[in-house]
């Protein structure tokens, strides 16, 4: 499967089965460490929450996703699904009124607009038919706004993967450089020592000791050695770019995974970097250490 993004939008819009309005779906979604669903939806959809989410977690794995669907007609009730008059309430209220008149002597001056702001005197009917050829047209346009949204986060994801290639290379390019330049810290510094003692012994009258410089340049080759570290950095050079093409996913995707192998190849790194004495290789190590941190970063976009 194609790395993704966590990152990404999706909408789609649905018309009322009686023409009056026109309902948008929105799903967009940022990374997060886990699937995280948020949703923002109608009374009409309420008791279809567990079918919504479900529905996301069929398509993603990972990311902070935000499902919203939005009324043409705001907080009113949805044309197609009539209105029911609350006349009970209606009387009492004109009756109230009535009485307020009465008792300071004034007449009543009540219109059907004032009583109809009432909350409670105007309540959503019971079209059932209504109502559920709407809910199954806005189960539609749910479905096709996280399909659009998995469409824009596989493009971002592709672009992602070119970028993450090229950190990538970057890394593996210095650490050639560092292969290529470690086994000469042991020769510069057996040329350093010996011009040392030269330059000590020398104003003593005395010789210096190929046995033990011998000895001090293999004491310094042992504690600089970084071969190991080099290795294991390959390796998991390689396994990042098995993710950056897709592979090796599990039910969570790469992104952690992934996450959790540039932690590695930083710490690598750091040991490198604290081994050797080597003023270029020191350079080198502080190159790629930003460079895995421009990696990382990335990497915690991937799902």
Not at 167 to 191: F, G, H, M, N, S
Not at 213 to 227: G, M, N, P, R
Not at 269 to 274: D, E, L, R, V
Request: hydrophobic fraction near 45%.
């Amino acid at each position: 499967m194609a790395l993704r993004s966590m990152t990404g939008f999706g909408r789609a819009t649905v018309s009322d089965p009686e023409g009056s309005g026109t309902w948008a779906v929105e799903a967009r979604s940022v990374n997060h460490r886990f699937l995280d669903v948020k949703l923002r939806l109608p009374p009409l959809l309420v008791d279809a929450e567990s079918t919504l989410r479900a529905a996301v977690a069929q398509r993603l794995r990972r990311g902070r996703i935000e499902l919203v669907v939005l009324s043409p007609h705001g907080d009113a009730t949805p044309a197609g699904l009539g209105v029911s008059v609350n006349f009970a309430l209606a009387g009492r209220l004109v009756e109230a009124h009535r009485a307020l008149a009465d008792r300071l002597g004034v007449s009543v001056a009540v219109t059907t607009a004032e009583l109809a702001a009432y909350p409670g005197v105007l309540l959503p009917g019971e079209d059932a038919a209504a109502a559920d050829a709407l809910r199954a047209r806005l189960l539609v346009g749910v479905e096709a706004a996280l399909d659009a949204l998995v469409r824009a986060r596989h493009d971002e994801g592709q672009a992602l993967a070119a970028e993450l290639g090229r950190r990538l290379d970057a890394v593996a390019a210095l650490k050639a450089q560092i292969a290529d330049r470690a086994p000469e810290q042991a020769v510069a510094y057996r040329t350093r020592l010996e011009a040392r003692m030269r330059e000590l012994l020398g104003a003593l009258d005395l010789t210096a000791d190929p046995g033990r410089v011998l000895h001090e340049v293999a004491v310094f080759a042992e504690k600089t050695d970084v071969t190991e570290e080099l290795a294991r950095l390959e390796i998991h050079c390689a396994q990042a770019a098995l993710f950056v093409r897709g592979e090796g996913a599990d039910d969570e995707g790469v992104g952690r995974r992934f996450d959790f192998v540039c932690q590695e190849m930083n710490r690598e790194a750091n040991t490198i970097g604290s081994k050797v004495q080597d003023v270029q290789i020191s350079s080198l190590v502080i190159e790629m250490k930003a460079e895995l941190e421009r990696l990382r970063e990335q990497v915690q976009n991937v799902e």
